[in-house]
């Protein structure tokens, strides 16, 4: 009988009404002694494999699911009997222990049960190992989940891969026709120039530009399309000395701008060198060539760490970008200003931000128009 | 105690004599971990497994194998060639040491030990933030209560690290608890 003692909370119930409530979980749960022989079968496991309580119990587990590695199933037991503890199957590493059909016959295009399996310890009042209880949780649910996320991410990838070779074949095969309208154009200018009128001479100059405006975005699309299928080999990375190179590229613009670079000690960092010095140059290249008409240009770079990563900020004294532009300017060709005003083509922070991604970080700007801004990327620390 | 216990289950197990280190148990920092895994996932290529067990309060071990101790151990414990993956040998290890050792622990103590599967979180070739994966920036710890033992098997060049990390909650109560022990 149940009975709920006076003044308790604990309901105290009989051995019925246990094994109805194990009947009503939407869980296998069967017991083994440790011949593997059948104690305990619930409603759940009838149903699964059709087969009735009474026509499993006393018979041992592995000549009723012949399927289930018999060794394999006799250490499981043998270990949580030595051990007195549990031990687990995983539908991810073993989809099917138990062969019983699909909880979705009709609509599930699988043909079994994907199913954890956990192998627990019965004590009996000397603490001994006296059964194993082994529940079973239905997981094909679950599995299907994954797996069409899985598909999706493999078409995903494909789609990445053909698109990156897309734009890589796209580029080679766009500059062969352009070189030949460069050339061609070289050879009209110096040849022909002076049979044109100043308005000829105008259109000419137009054509050129653009053949070389459109030399410098197919090579930007080449390069963005390196970064994301190069084989990334991590190294030590100093960042002084990156900094050092940097300095040394620009420094014919710092001299032009009568600007400066400052850097500060920097960190040894893990990542790809050549990467990693590209993203410094465009990041501090950028803070020279948007400077301010009103002060020499001056561009700062330090970095700091916290427990996990590498922050690097990069912080300049120029023209500042409104904050609704701070997402925008990170896409590929996106610009905010005409070419007249600064030269560029909107590939350079796609490439930074590109880089900084395959670096497992992230690259924000914190800026405000007039005000100058600092470029941040964080990297873990390896 | 335990430690001794568990070694004696588990040479019971793999027929074979465990060594044990003396169990180096100190706090550390997110940081101080994060050094430590980087120290010594160059040292080999290593699988680095997770378990959660409930003792009391939650806690999280780790055990970092290196690759080829798949192979004779699943010899050893009498599983037939090819009848488990390396990963799921990888796993059964993890949650064998695991269930020794807090099995053990949690009889000493007189305490019921709950385990949740564990999960592989690298094998030897993925090896790429392990740290930050373990001890994620997001996590709300600070420091961590770390039982390290090293297990070596007699006659096997097998070395396996188990880690135990215990939440603030979780040491506090179990030193409460094992000073109770020994009074």
Redesign the interface.
């Known amino acids: 009988m149940n009975t709920l003692s006076e003044g308790s909370n604990y309901l105290r119930l009989t051995d019925s009404v246990w094994e109805s409530m194990v009947d009503q979980l939407n869980q296998g749960v069967l017991v083994v002694d440790d011949k593997l022989r059948v104690l305990f079968w619930n409603r759940f496991l009838e149903q699964s494999s059709s087969m009735k309580r009474g026509q499993v119990l006393g018979r041992e587990l592995s000549a009723l699911f012949p399927e289930i590695p018999t060794n394999w199933l006799k250490r499981k037991i043998a270990n949580v009997f030595c051990l007195g503890s549990y031990s687990f199957a995983s539908w991810r590493q073993r989809p099917y222990v138990f062969p019983f059909p699909s909880p979705r016959p009709l609509t599930g295009d699988c043909q079994y049960m994907r199913q954890d399996v956990t192998f627990f310890p019965l004590f009996d009042a000397e603490k001994d190992v006296m059964a194993v209880s082994i529940t079973l949780t239905d997981r094909t649910e679950e599995c299907l989940r994954e797996e069409e996320l899985q598909r999706l991410n493999n078409a995903l990838s494909r789609s990445n891969e053909e698109l990156d070779k897309f734009a890589s074949l796209a580029s080679h095969d766009l500059k062969a026709p352009l070189r030949t309208i460069d050339s061609f154009a070289g050879i009209l200018e110096s040849e022909y120039s002076h049979l044109l009128d100043p308005e000829g001479r105008l259109y000419f100059q137009h054509l050129q530009a653009g053949a070389r405006r459109m030399q410098t975005m197919i090579d930007g699309i080449l390069s963005l399309s390196r970064v994301q299928t190069k084989v990334l080999e991590p190294t030590d990375v100093d960042l002084n000395e990156v900094c050092q190179n940097v300095l040394l590229d620009l420094s014919e613009t710092v001299q032009e701008s009568g600007g400066r670079i400052i850097f500060d000690d920097m960190p040894t960092v893990v990542g790809e060198l050549s990467l990693l010095r590209q993203l410094l140059m465009n990041l501090v290249g950028n803070g020279l060539k948007y400077r301010s008409a009103e002060r020499a240009p001056e561009v700062s770079v330090r970095a700091f760490q916290d427990q996990t990563s590498w922050t690097v900020e990069v912080e300049d004294n120029g023209i500042g970008i409104e904050s609704r532009f701070h997402q925008k300017i990170f896409g590929l060709f996106e610009r905010l200003h005409s070419v007249e005003e600064f030269s560029g083509t909107g590939i350079g922070l796609a490439l930074c931000l590109k880089i900084v991604e395959r670096h497992q970080g992230q690259l924000w700007v914190e800026s405000e128009p007039g005000e100058g801004s600092i470029f941040s990327f964080r990297i873990p620390r390896g | 105690m335990a430690m001794g216990q568990a070694g004696s289950?588990?040479a019971?197990?793999f027929g074979r004599f465990v060594e044990l280190s003396i169990p180096n148990v100190n706090i550390h920092?997110?940081?101080a971990l994060?050094s430590k895994v980087?120290q010594i996932l160059p040292k080999g290529e290593l699988w680095v497994a997770t378990q959660p067990f409930h003792m009391h309060v939650g806690g999280e071990s780790v055990v970092l194998a290196q690759h080829y101790v798949s192979s004779p151990l699943a010899e050893l414990?009498?599983?037939?060639e090819g009848?488990?993956?390396d990963?799921?040998m990888l796993?059964?290890l993890a949650?064998?040491i695991?269930?020794?050792f807090?099995?053990q622990l949690g009889?000493l103590l007189g305490v019921p030990v709950g385990?949740t599967?564990?999960t592989l979180l690298c094998n030897a070739s993925q090896r790429?933030?392990v740290?930050?994966q373990l001890?994620?920036?997001t996590a709300e710890w600070t420091h961590s209560l770390v039982m390290e033992v090293e297990f070596n098997l007699e006659g096997e060049s097998l070395s396996l690290y188990l880690w135990l990390l215990l939440t603030e909650k979780c040491s506090q109560w179990l030193t409460t608890v094992v000073e109770e022990f020994f009074e």
Do not use: I, Y
């Open positions: 289950s588990l019971k197990l920092s997110r940081e994060h980087s414990m009498g599983f037939d009848e488990v993956t990963e799921e796993l059964e949650n064998l695991n269930g020794a807090l099995g009889n385990f599967p564990p790429q933030n740290a930050s001890f994620p920036e």
